[in-house]
């Protein structure tokens, strides 16, 4: 089914900012958009700022003032629900209140022609329990769309099980036109985005409860590591933790208590105490005025490192290779089980086992786990931890080798898979999980995290560079140290190993 004309008319129902982000978006793409808000005033008030939002564009250059005064006009606040009547689209972006929306579609199905299609902007609602008392069903579509709307380029095109694949379709056509990246996903619990999104910060969170290291240092590796544009700290601080521990706790119920999905004491602790982050000036850290920024700890070696023996292929490790050649380390290359050797000291990625579990069973000396990087050529900070034998001398032959290709080092705890590899590890066991339910597409799941989140790789794409074995093992080991379902691995991840095939089949 294709896209809406640009001309069809569209409604919005909720004057606050996700609504009126929803109405700028529809009337930039040529949409006259009428809304509506019940609190009186709240329409006309959203759209004033939506053209303060248009003429910060016109002071930019990046939109014309012909265009802005086109945008505007198409923009109409109304004072009454009736006044929607004629809409081909009714977007609802309203309180997250199920028995609230139900009501309100109720009204809209009544009031609207037969072939309208009512949306809803719900983040946390079944779509199917919102149609479940709809006259037509099959009219009722999610349109998740993520905050700020003008500026962030996902949306979610959830159905339920009424939903018609062609109303899908159509939204999801609309929404590409409108200069979004839509996905199809199926209505279950977080849809995407929320669902597998949960392993970043249940991850760090686990991490800082067993002491690996503080916030600053985990938030670091996530970002100068990983990739990512904030740490699992620094952004439910952003977001708000009331409304980030409320979304855990609901997905974690709805999945009946699937410890995969367990809340964290952490953060319930912040929460009890109305620490929630930036907006009360308190989180994990603190943003009263004149706070220092907190400093992530690094280790620096005395040593010298001129030479390394590389045996072996290193896998996803091999890009640190060529960065060492290219600092001037002399590299020998001879035949081994995939560590580099300096000095007394052996480093390898770690594939989730403790460092001290993995130097006594593969019998290695002066073990040092080094932690994944999506990019070693690039990458700024690295993770290490290493066994309990291994020497402080071998210790800091090993950060010394690691400094010369220009990383800062940092210390975390022995504990299995370090920081960003089991936060990535994770993440792709998720949406395997979710592909293998049907809950979206491998490659609309890589694109909802990336877009919606803004990952630097889609979880997928990574665990297949990282290798479906790899993946794997660190999952393997991860639940054997726990011995906790949460890190039970995909079936998914284990029938593209056993069939050598692709997630992205």
């Known amino acids: 089914m294709s896209a809406l004309a640009s001309n069809a008319p569209v ?19 040529g949409h006259p958009v009428k809304l509506y808000d019940n609190r009186p005033g709240a329409a006309v008030q959203a759209l004033a700022g939506i053209d303060r939002q248009l003429a910060r564009l016109v002071e930019k250059g990046t939109l014309q003032p012909a265009e802005r005064q086109a945008i505007s006009a198409r923009l109409c606040p109304v004072e009454s629900i009736e006044a929607l009547a004629d809409a081909r689209l009714v977007i609802e972006a309203i309180v997250e209140n199920l028995q609230v929306k139900q009501a309100l579609f109720s009204q809209l199905e009544a009031l609207c022609a037969g072939d309208c299609i009512l949306a809803s902007n719900t983040s946390s609602l079944s779509i199917t329990s919102l149609a479940a008392g709809l006259e037509r069903p099959q009219q009722l579509v999610g349109m998740h769309f993520f905050n700020p709307a003008p500026l962030m380029a996902l949306v979610e095109v959830v159905s339920g099980l009424a939903t018609a694949p062609a109303v899908a379709a159509c939204i999801h056509a609309t929404a590409k036109a409108w200069g979004k990246q839509p996905v199809h996903a199926r209505s279950t619990p977080g849809f995407i985005v929320n669902r597998v999104a949960r392993p970043f910060y249940a991850e760090s969170l686990r991490l800082l409860q067993e002491g690996a290291a ?49 809340p964290s004491l952490l953060q319930k602790e912040l929460v009890d105490a109305g620490r929630l982050g930036r907006k009360t000036g308190q989180g994990f850290y603190s943003y009263a005025e004149g706070a220092g920024r907190a400093q992530p700890h690094e280790l620096h070696s005395p040593a010298t490192a001129e030479a390394c023996v590389v045996e072996g292929h290193l896998g996803v490790l091999q890009p640190l290779v060529e960065r060492l050649r290219a600092s001037g380390i002399t590299v020998v290359q001879r035949a081994g089980s995939g560590v580099i050797q300096v000095g007394e000291a052996t480093l390898a990625l770690s594939d989730g086992r403790l460092a001290s579990q993995r130097a006594r069973q593969d019998g290695l000396r002066n073990l040092v786990l080094l932690d994944l990087a ?40 022995d504990l299995p898979g370090l920081v960003v590899l089991r936060t990535v590890a994770m993440l792709a066991n998720e949406a395997a999980d979710a592909v293998l339910q049907g809950v979206g597409s491998a490659a609309d799941i890589d694109l909802a995290m990336r877009a919606g989140v803004n990952y630097p790789c889609g979880p997928l794409a990574w665990a297949a560079n990282i290798g479906i074995a790899q993946t794997l093992r660190v999952l393997d080991n991860l639940q054997r140290s726990y011995g906790e379902s949460r890190y039970r691995p995909s079936l998914l991840l284990r029938r593209c190993e056993a069939e050598g095939g692709s997630l992205h089949d």
């Open 11 to 29: 409604a919005v129902i909720g004057a606050g900012a996700m609504g009126a982000g929803i109405a700028q978006v529809a009337a930039q793409a």
């Open 214 to 262: 503080d916030c600053a240092t985990l938030d670091a590796l996530l970002r100068e590591a990983g990739g990512f544009r904030m740490g699992a700290f620094e952004l439910t601080d952003l977001i708000g933790h009331d409304v980030n521990y409320a979304v855990t706790c609901s997905v974690f119920e709805a999945f009946y208590g699937d410890f995969r999905f367990q």
């Open 374 to 413: 999506l990019d070693y050529a690039s990458a700024t900070r690295l993770a290490i931890s290493w066994s309990a034998d291994t020497s402080d001398h071998a210790r800091d032959q090993a950060v010394a080798l690691l400094q010369c290709a220009g990383l800062r080092v940092t210390p975390v705890a």
